[in-house]
């Protein structure tokens, strides 16, 4: 018989936000393939199409059973759920910030690009550039954010000066 791992909430609550993030990765595959579209014949239209949908499905598999196990836990234990603090909530903050800028800069360079070629294009196809694009930096910039402070605690040992 297996015994039950008990987790506290702030473990719950970093495991639910990097399946997001990883979901929100997907929705980002999910919105460029959907961009593509505008580009390629209809038997490859049709190719996308299942791809996209079977990207769906992943991430409802992905994102959902953690989802439900942080709100069970967070019915069952309202006052510990009430600021649940973790390493990766900052970085999920963090990179949500980040993307938010990113997505500026984007827009801002997009305005610079060649009037024609952008009177040309679809505005799905534009809107949805730059959702994939926002939703991809931002969950780059959350792995990346929580691979580079994963030990801050040992960074600043080594960035002190002091000699051992």
Do not use: W
């Not at 909530?89 to 990179?95: L, Q, T, Y």
């Not at 910030?97 to 990113?102: C, D, I, L, R, T």
């Amino acid at each position: 018989m297996t015994k039950s791992k008990k987790i506290s909430v702030a473990e719950q609550v970093d495991s639910m936000m990097q399946r997001v993030a990883l979901g929100v990765f997907l929705v980002s595959i999910a919105y460029a393939i959907s961009a593509i579209r505008f580009f390629v014949s209809q038997e490859s239209v049709e190719m996308l199409d299942i791809a996209s949908r079977a990207l769906g499905v992943l991430i409802i598999i992905l994102v959902l059973p953690g989802f439900i196990k942080f709100m069970i836990l967070k019915r069952n234990n309202r006052q510990a759920c009430k600021e649940p603090e973790g390493f990766v909530v900052e970085m999920f903050n963090k990179a949500t910030g980040k993307a938010f800028q990113f997505t500026f800069l984007f827009l801002v360079a997009f305005e610079f690009v060649n009037d024609d070629f952008i009177a040309g294009l679809p505005s799905e196809f534009v809107i949805k550039l730059i959702l994939a694009v926002t939703l991809a930096i931002f969950s780059l910039t959350f792995f990346a954010l929580s691979r580079v402070d994963e030990h801050p605690e040992h960074e600043d040992e080594f960035n002190s000066g002091e000699n051992p």
